[in-house]
């Protein structure tokens, strides 16, 4: 996972197991735990490709403290938002999070992936059945490897074995036809997901890869599906996301710290 471009803020709070700080450039207040997972690039970048509207209702499959969230209602206010976590000091976090920043649109839930609540969803607005779109950063790391000794740490990014395609259709089951799943992977996973993605009657796959300097090997890539579409899978032109000094470039920067929209395809 690449770093987040997280500055430290002078807001005061009591808890010494949060840090205060900010996301894109100081434009969203953001406490998150001082040890164990800390956010990363991955929710912040799945925020801005998503093609949101207004009063569109969308998902973020294990939220954490809602960096993501926040960051697509900063740039879609009047989104409908919901985080499935499975940690409870999260969910509390999360919410915790909206409130700060007045989005008062978005509600963290304890939900424990790859399991979803039954249908029909009540935790959906009044008379709607689908959701627009879901976003989701899985855990990528192999079952088999070492665990982290931080509980909270190890569920967010070792993967039991199997459970990739159980997530992809856990995820894709609140989604209307042609709303989108999107996720941020290890570059190591995109055929096992899009393989899954089309079992799931996702097409119209964009691999996007997240190249870590120009002419390096991506690590991680954004893999975007349509329900119930039957077209076929391409390949973008991506994002470089340091220049060889290791600053960000300013591409990147322009999502980062800006806030702007990454469309997947130019």
């Not at 990014?157 to 159980?166: A, D, V």
């Amino acid at each position: 996972m690449c770093l987040l471009p997280f500055t430290p803020s002078s807001v005061e709070h009591k808890s010494k197991d949060t840090s205060d700080g900010t996301l894109l450039g100081g434009k969203i207040l953001y406490r998150q735990f001082q040890t164990g997972y800390r956010t990363a690039l991955e929710p912040v970048l799945m925020a801005s490709c998503i093609p949101a509207k207004n009063r569109q209702i969308i998902i973020e499959g294990g939220c954490g403290a809602g960096a993501g969230l926040m960051c697509l209602a900063h740039r879609v206010p009047q989104i409908i938002g919901f985080g499935f976590e499975q940690s409870k000091e999260f969910v509390k976090l999360a919410n915790e999070n909206f409130h700060l920043n007045k989005m008062n649109n978005l509600t963290a839930l304890q939900v424990a992936l790859p399991k979803l609540p039954p249908r029909p969803f009540k935790f959906l607005p009044e008379g709607y059945e689908h959701v627009d779109h879901v976003f989701a950063n899985p855990p990528w790391h192999r079952h088999d490897t070492s665990p982290s000794p931080d509980s909270q740490r190890d569920m967010a990014i070792r993967l039991p074995k199997g459970l990739l395609s159980e997530w992809i259709y856990s995820l894709s089951r609140p989604l209307r036809q042609g709303g989108t799943l999107t996720l941020a992977l290890s570059a190591s996973l995109y055929a096992e997901a899009s393989a899954a993605m089309h079992q799931h009657r996702l097409g119209s796959i964009i691999l996007f890869p997240l190249w870590p300097k120009a002419r390096r090997i991506p690590r991680i890539i954004l893999l975007q599906g349509r329900m119930g579409s039957m077209g076929g899978s391409i390949i973008a032109p991506g994002l470089i996301l340091h220049n060889d000094d290791g600053d960000f470039t300013p591409e990147a920067n322009r999502i980062l710290r800006m806030g702007k929209r990454l469309p997947l395809i130019p």
